[in-house]
């Protein structure tokens, strides 16, 4: 039973515009997220991450937003480029311990 | 300079045949991870470690093995008994810190596709 879920598997987005990408939750008590990003055939790499008692956390082009009622967290990257072009996990936690990722949002950002 | 390293890149498995992927770490991490990744899937929990000579089942370790005789590696043995092997295998490590939770990010290494012939 998929516990995170990203229920956009593609996004394509012009460059110099927003991208948003999505993630639901399904447990309550997850209490901190992570973004990564991956490049084909490399591992993961951490990119930013919230805690419950945050709705927001910036670094430079990107924001993560936290929406505790709707179970909901999404992450914008303004302005897009081409180089953020790679698939985008999310990835949900109980204080730390087990890491649950949703299945990934490959975004494209056309020049 | 820090990181994880996973050898091999890539790996091909006979029929009935064991192999095992390796990863190394040296940066002083006391948790490490290993998650499998198919087409369309996220990263899947297959064994952890908090401490050497400690291990746990994440979601799907059946048909596979693990040990932690040293802090710095955590290899992971495909079995015979895993019916479809097939995939991306990624190692993560993190510090285990009990009190600041922003410190349990997991740093991943490169990953080692494997294909059965």
């Known amino acids: 039973d998929q516990q995170v879920k990203q229920n956009s598997p593609s996004l394509s987005v012009q460059e110099g515009r927003i991208s948003i990408l999505n993630c639901d939750y399904t447990?309550?008590?997850?209490?901190?997220f992570l973004w990564y990003k991956k490049y084909p055939a490399e591992g993961p790499t951490f990119l930013i991450s919230?805690?419950?008692?945050?709705d927001k956390n910036e670094d430079g082009r990107f924001t993560v937003f936290l929406n505790k009622s709707a179970k909901h967290l999404s992450l914008h990257i303004v302005p897009s480029q081409p180089g953020d072009s790679a698939v985008y996990f999310c990835?949900?936690?109980?204080?730390?311990?087990?890491?649950?990722f949703g299945t990934g949002t490959s975004l494209t950002v056309i020049p | 300079d820090g990181g994880i390293t996973q050898s091999p890149k890539y790996l091909f498995r006979k029929e009935g045949q064991n192999v095992t992927l390796s990863c190394e770490q040296n940066?002083?991490?006391?948790?490490m991870y290993w998650y499998r990744q198919d087409p369309g899937q996220g990263l899947r929990l297959i064994y952890y470690?908090?401490?050497?000579?400690?291990?746990q089942k994440g979601d799907i370790a059946e048909g596979y093995s693990v040990s932690r005789e040293k802090k710095e590696s955590f290899p992971l043995t495909v079995t015979s008994a895993q019916k479809n092997p097939t995939a991306f295998y990624l190692c993560?490590?993190?510090?285990?810190?009990?009190?600041?939770?922003?410190?349990?990010?997991?740093?991943f290494g490169a990953g080692t596709r494997l294909s059965v012939l």
């Open positions: 993560a490590s993190s510090i285990k810190d009990r009190t600041t939770i922003a410190k349990n990010i997991q740093y």
């Open positions: 447990n309550s008590m997850f209490d901190y």
């Open positions: 919230i805690s419950s008692i945050k």
């Open positions: 990835a949900a936690s109980e204080y730390g311990n087990q890491f649950y």
């Open positions: 940066l002083n991490h006391d948790a």
């Open positions: 470690s908090q401490i050497v000579n400690d291990f």
